[in-house]
């Protein structure tokens, strides 16, 4: 019996575990608005972000508030 419920206790402690490591996940949202010199929001401006670590590229379109968003993105962007 005694074996069993360590087991038990392993199998549960195992989950636990893998599941506050997977919260721990480094990523970030990335929310903006693009606007211009006098201060007005930029529609429909293309906004190009760069990952610095591993060089993925992101290419979004603002909306017509200049705002745009990247969701679940590395925050070691530039």
Do not use: W
């Given at each position: 019996m005694y074996l069993r419920?360590?087991?038990?206790?392993?199998?549960l402690f195992s989950l636990f575990s893998a599941s506050a490591i997977f919260a721990q996940r480094d990523l970030a949202?990335?929310?903006g608005?693009?606007?211009?010199?006098?201060?007005?929001v930029?529609?429909?401006a293309?906004?190009?972000i760069t990952e610095?670590?591993?060089g993925q590229?992101?290419?979004?379109v603002?909306?017509?508030g200049g705002e745009f968003v990247l969701p679940s993105s590395h925050p070691l962007i530039r």
């Amino acid at each position: 019996m005694y074996l069993r419920s360590a087991g038990l206790r392993l199998a549960l402690f195992s989950l636990f575990s893998a599941s506050a490591i997977f919260a721990q996940r480094d990523l970030a949202t990335l929310v903006g608005t693009v606007t211009d010199s006098s201060g007005g929001v930029v529609g429909n401006a293309k906004v190009t972000i760069t990952e610095i670590e591993t060089g993925q590229v992101y290419s979004l379109v603002t909306s017509a508030g200049g705002e745009f968003v990247l969701p679940s993105s590395h925050p070691l962007i530039r």
